[in-house]
């Protein structure tokens, strides 16, 4: 299957900082990406669907200003969260759909953020 | 999208098959089932997906009853690899649409 990778895995960071996490997908081209979160013991979570070339689409209840999403590219989607809270610490997770008939949606491996 | 309806948790033993049952009573005609898995502080993986014809791949098959309101993955042989939550997902197949993730099963294989 299709590969879509995160970076960084993990990362650990003080209160009012910002952090950005990459999505990339590196065998195949999407138009349209998907960012989750997900917090312990609890299922996915849609925040936003990304775009290439246009802006987020976010979910009801999602600040659009503190999640800020960029998709540059065919391959790239990025996810940053400004001024991150300890109630922002939680584990977010990419997707990157396939485009022609059969749709897949491949997951990267996700993102542990911690706010301390 | 239609909303699903698991099982919160199953057990089934090695070598076994598993039966994940779902429900979807409220299914569009447009919409498909699709099924991921998510191991423990992995990202979901892809199982498998069918509007209403059973479907089977190297990892699982998907049974889809006629009328379309219910489905079953079954993983024909259980490992102890397969312990993982199990997500159900209705969804109308384009690149514009969502997936949403239900509350899934988690599928304990116990050697």
């Known amino acids: 299957g299709a590969v879509v990778s995160q970076h960084p895995s993990w990362v650990i960071c003080k209160s009012g900082t910002s952090v950005k996490i990459e999505c990339r997908s590196l065998d195949f081209q999407a138009t349209t990406m998907f960012w989750y979160r997900q917090f312990p013991k609890q299922s996915l979570m849609l925040m936003a669907t990304?775009?290439?070339?246009?802006?987020?689409?976010?979910e009801q209840g999602v600040e659009k200003d503190k999640f800020l999403i960029n998709h540059a590219s065919l391959t790239l989607s990025t996810l940053t969260v400004t001024s991150a809270h300890p109630e922002d610490s939680s584990f977010y997770i990419c997707?990157?759909?396939?485009?022609?008939?059969?749709?897949?949606?491949?997951f990267g491996p996700g993102t542990r953020l911690t706010v301390l | 999208d239609a909303k699903t309806t698991q099982p919160p948790s199953m057990d089934c033993a090695e070598g076994r098959a598993a039966n994940l049952p779902c429900n979807h009573s409220t299914i569009s005609g447009n919409e498909y089932v699709y099924w991921y898995r998510q191991i423990h502080s992995q990202g979901p993986q892809y199982i498998i997906h069918g509007l209403k014809n059973n479907e089977t791949n190297e990892m699982a098959s998907l049974i889809i009853t006629e009328d379309r309101k219910s489905s079953t993955l079954i993983l024909p042989h259980a490992t102890l690899r397969d312990t993982a939550v199990y997500y159900c997902?209705?969804?109308?197949?384009?690149?514009?649409?969502?997936?949403?993730f239900g509350t899934g099963t988690s599928l304990t294989v116990i050697p």
């Open positions: 997707s990157a759909l396939t485009s022609g008939r059969l749709n897949e949606q491949f």
């Open positions: 990304s775009n290439e070339g246009s802006k987020a689409t976010y």
């Open positions: 997902i209705v969804r109308v197949a384009g690149t514009g649409n969502q997936f949403y």
